[in-house]
């Protein structure tokens, strides 16, 4: 199984930017999805994005057009430039990744590795 090992957390005003990495080991990820899910405090968590091996990405709509997903394949790491933050989006970041490569699925259980987490607290 895949190990995941997220970093870039931190506190931002609201209006901010912060870029979250994820690193893998253990496995390549080029033949898997990989993807970021949230949580915040006393919710489920929450799809973020999604990116397959092909490129394509889909997103939640919360964070549609200030969050962007990207991976790099070489370096076995995906990022997560987030962009025009809001108090809302504070939570705890989760790497993940779908070994079965699925290419759109929204449903937070279609990941089975998953990253320890990274906090993400957005001030107003």
């Known amino acids: 199984q895949v190990q995941l090992v997220e970093s870039g957390g931190g506190l931002v005003q609201a209006g901010g930017s912060l870029r979250l990495s994820c690193t893998a080991s253990?496995?390549?990820?080029?033949?898997?999805?990989v993807g970021w899910v949230r949580q915040a405090p006393g919710k489920e968590r929450e799809f973020v994005a999604r990116?397959?091996?092909?490129?394509?990405?889909t997103y939640g709509d919360s964070v549609k057009g200030r969050f962007t997903i990207s991976r790099d394949n070489a370096k076995n790491t995906v990022y997560l430039q987030m962009n025009s933050l809001k108090p809302e989006d504070t939570a705890v970041y989760y790497c993940?990744?779908?070994?079965?490569?699925?290419?759109?699925?929204?449903?937070?259980?279609?990941?089975?590795?998953w990253g320890q987490g990274t906090q993400v607290t957005v001030s107003s």
């Open positions: 993940a990744a779908d070994s079965r490569g699925r290419p759109t699925s929204r449903r937070v259980a279609d990941f089975d590795s």
């Open positions: 990116m397959p091996w092909s490129g394509a990405t």
């Open positions: 253990r496995r390549t990820l080029s033949t898997y999805s």
